[in-house]
């Protein structure tokens, strides 16, 4: 397939608004340490996706009940040269398993969704964060924005999107 300018601009709009939200987690757990996501935090603020991975692999393999570290983990994959797709929606599952409410999750997890070109999964997701956010959050309105986006580029109508 090749690139049009509004694939272009979705693909923009996706990665400004994710790379913003990587640093909005969910409340931290009071009994996780959020100094030790630090590393891998700064590796993903630097865009270096590898050393991310490296970091958050090792703190999973530590700490496999880490929602922020499956959220972190999958969102470095998928923005990675070379996404592996399946890799990044188990660990975004993982972290929403562990996490129900786990705004970032949902947010990236819908993202992903649009990568794939499935719109139809990505659009259960602001439902789900109009619920745990009814005033609205960053999570929800970037996804939106997202989603709006994916389906005008498709030529359909983005319609009530909570």
């Not at 705004?103 to 659009?123: D, T």
Request: glycine share 8%; with cysteine.
């Amino acid at each position: 397939m090749k690139p049009t300018l509004s694939h272009d601009f979705i693909i923009a709009a996706i990665t400004l608004g994710a790379a913003h939200a990587a640093d909005t987690p969910s409340p931290p757990d009071k009994d996780k340490d959020p100094k030790k996501l630090e590393p891998a935090r700064e590796a993903i603020a630097r865009g270096d996706w590898g050393s991310a991975r490296v970091h958050l692999a090792r703190i999973l393999g530590q700490d496999p009940a880490n929602a922020d570290a499956h959220n972190r983990y999958a969102f470095a994959e998928r923005k990675s040269s070379a996404p592996r797709m399946d890799v990044v929606c188990r660990h975004y599952n993982e972290a929403l398993r562990l996490d129900p409410g786990h705004r970032g999750a949902h947010e990236y997890l819908g993202e992903a969704y649009l990568m794939g070109g499935n719109p139809g999964k990505a659009r259960e997701h602001p439902e789900i964060l109009a619920k745990l956010c009814p005033a609205r959050c960053e999570e929800r309105s970037v996804l939106q924005a997202a989603l709006g986006e994916a389906l005008a580029a498709r030529g359909h109508q983005a319609g009530a999107l909570t």
